[in-house]
Each structure stands twice: as structure tokens, then as C-alpha cells.
């Protein structure tokens, strides 16, 4: 390893940014020896690990969100379906931006579900044996700026 090298390494755990430009400046001047490649791929896998990470994220609250707005009719709000709509429009946007990532909800659906359900349930103090315990939204549904789930009659 070259001095640049060892100090591009330690820069990468000091300061980021400057990591970044130094990097940027190697690799534009063709100073390909001196960049510090394992960091470089480790950014790269960062960034498909965050687009997949927030996805994941948005479908467990459009999930949470969705559970509420069906099984507590009665405190369904504009808050709830800002939220259902948001989430919608952001799992959208990074799908459009990447579209590798269009089977990934079906994928993590269960999952989702797992999680948002829990979420539900805490958030509305609802027992967790009320809620499905698979999906009862198919991913199309999800997605669909105009679904929302009906009442359900869990008392009857």
C-alpha cells in the first residue's frame, strides 16, 4: 500500500467529504492506483443497501397505516391518509428511480407485514391476534393510489 493510499484510507474514516472529492479527483486525473477501491465498493453497496433498506421502510408504514384506516374507521383522519398517500408516492418514486427494485416488495412483503402489523398494533392498542397474521393486501393493492381497505367488523 502507497502513503496516498494509507492516507486516502485513514481519510475515509476522518472526514468523508473530503474522502469523497479526493477520490473523485483520483479517478477523473486517471490516478487509479491511489484510489482506495475497497472503500469505493463499499459506497457503491451502500447505496443499492439504502434504496432497499428505505423501501422496506415506507411499505412497513403504508402498511401500519393501512391496518388503522381499516380497523379503526372511526379515527381515520387526513394525517392517516396523507400518510398511506405519501408512502405510496415515495415507494413509487424509488421504484421509477430503480426499476432492479420492482419485485423487491413482493419479496419482503411478509416481512413488511410482520413488522407494520406489530407496528399497528402497538399504535392502536389493538390485540395483535386481531390483525391477519399474512398480508390481506396484495402488492397492486398497495400501490394503487386509490385502494383503501374496508371496515372490519372484528367484534361480529
Known amino acids: 500500500m502507497t502513503t496516498t493510499q494509507k492516507i486516502?484510507?485513514?481519510?475515509?474514516?476522518?472526514?468523508?467529504?473530503?474522502?469523497?472529492?479526493q477520490t473523485?479527483?483520483?479517478?477523473?486525473?486517471?490516478q487509479f492506483e491511489q484510489v482506495d477501491?475497497?472503500?469505493?465498493?463499499?459506497?457503491?453497496?451502500?447505496?443499492?443497501k439504502s434504496d432497499r433498506r428505505e423501501l422496506k421502510s415506507r411499505l412497513e408504514v403504508l402498511l401500519q397505516h393501512l391496518l388503522k384506516w381499516q380497523y379503526q374507521p372511526?379515527?381515520?383522519?387526513?394525517?392517516w391518509r396523507n400518510t398511506i398517500d405519501e408512502q405510496r408516492n415515495r415507494i413509487a418514486d424509488l421504484l421509477e428511480e430503480s426499476p432492479s427494485l420492482k419485485s423487491y416488495p413482493e419479496?419482503?412483503?411478509?416481512?413488511c407485514y410482520?413488522?407494520?402489523?406489530k407496528a399497528a398494533s402497538n399504535e392502536t392498542e389493538?390485540?395483535?391476534?386481531?390483525?391477519?397474521?399474512?398480508?390481506?393486501y396484495t402488492c397492486p393493492q398497495l400501490f394503487d393510489?386509490?385502494?383503501?381497505?374496508?371496515?372490519?367488523?372484528?367484534?361480529g
Open 126 to 136: 389493538l390485540p395483535l391476534d386481531i390483525f391477519p397474521v399474512e398480508s390481506p
Open 37 to 48: 477501491w475497497e472503500a469505493v465498493i463499499e459506497e457503491i453497496e451502500s447505496l443499492g
Open 107 to 111: 419479496e419482503v412483503l411478509a416481512e
Open 74 to 79: 372511526n379515527l381515520r383522519s387526513a394525517s
Open 8 to 21: 486516502a484510507y485513514r481519510l475515509y474514516d476522518t472526514d468523508f467529504v473530503a474522502w469523497t472529492k
Open 24 to 30: 473523485v479527483q483520483q479517478i477523473r486525473t486517471k
Open 145 to 155: 393510489p386509490e385502494f383503501l381497505p374496508g371496515i372490519v367488523d372484528f367484534y
Open 114 to 117: 410482520r413488522r407494520g402489523r
